[in-house]
T-cell receptor, first 111, second 116 residues
Framework: DGGITQSPKYLFRKEGQNVTLSCEQN?????MYWYRQDPGQGLRLIYY???????QKGDIAEGYSVSREKKESFPLTVTSAQKNPTAFYLC??????????FGNGTRLTVT | AQSVTQLGSHVSVSEGALVLLRCNYS??????LFWYVQYPNQGLQLLLK??????LVKGINGFEAEFKKSETSFHLTKPSAHMSDAAEYFC??????????????FGKGTKLTVNP
């Protein structure tokens, strides 16, 4: 069954540590996206990638970094420079402008 | 620039009652419009989409939405609410004329509660 796998589901880190969130898809989609969701804020785009080895900043890229070395994988690193990292992070993918297909998210808590 | 306004961050209905979730959009080009549903601690699932074909769009789980250009609205309805409809609903707008899904703009969401 095709889909997007985000792991882990819950992640806890101490302030000042970098943390990497995993996103893997087996849908053969070209484009992949990272969104951040905060209560009452909707979804905000962090980074996106339309092709391997290329990615673009979204609306709130500061304090985050990504890589796209394989078509199936688009990991997101939350760096210590991100001032408010605690949030629900959603990975999505799409193919040729089809609607976004989402993973089940990773809830990151930084204390 | 495109934007979406969802009127009402919380909506509460009784089981069996009509569900109406409001969405108004702003777009300088013909829009593509979407409704997504999110259950607790899960990702978003596409309910339905409007892409310039029929103005009344039918989606999954008995939901439908009507595109009204004159009112710049795309309200989501369901004739009879079920307990399983309790979730958060997001309206989103984009335009293929302006690129791909990275141009998708989401509303802030409406949390639907269904009372027995």
């Amino acid at each position: 069954d095709g889909g997007i796998t985000q792991s882990p589901k819950y992640l806890f880190r101490k302030e000042g540590q970098n943390v990497t969130l995993s996103c893997e898809q087996n849908l053969n989609h070209d484009a992949m996206y990272w969104y951040r969701q905060d209560p009452g804020q909707g979804l905000r785009l962090i980074y996106y990638s339309q092709i391997v080895n290329d990615f673009q900043k979204g609306d709130i890229a500061e304090g985050y970094s990504v890589s796209r070395e394989k078509k199936e994988s688009f990991p997101l690193t939350v760096t210590s420079a991100q001032k408010n990292p605690t949030a629900f992070y959603l990975c999505a993918s799409s193919h040729q402008n089809s609607p976004l297909h989402f993973g089940n998210g990773t809830r990151l808590t930084v204390t | 620039a495109q934007s979406v306004t969802q009127l009402g961050s919380h909506v509460s209905v009784s089981e069996g009652a009509l569900v109406l979730l409001r969405c108004n959009y702003s777009s300088s080009v013909p829009p593509y419009l979407f409704w997504y549903v999110q259950y607790p601690n899960q990702g978003l699932q596409l309910l339905l989409k409007y892409t310039s074909a029929a103005t009344l769009v039918k989606g999954i789980n008995g939901f439908e939405a009507e595109f009204k250009k004159s009112e710049t609205s795309f309200h989501l309805t369901k004739p009879s609410a079920h307990m399983s409809d309790a979730a958060e609903y997001f309206c989103a707008v984009s335009s293929l004329a302006q690129g791909g899904s990275e141009k998708l703009v989401f509303g802030k969401g409406t949390k639907l509660t269904v009372n027995p």
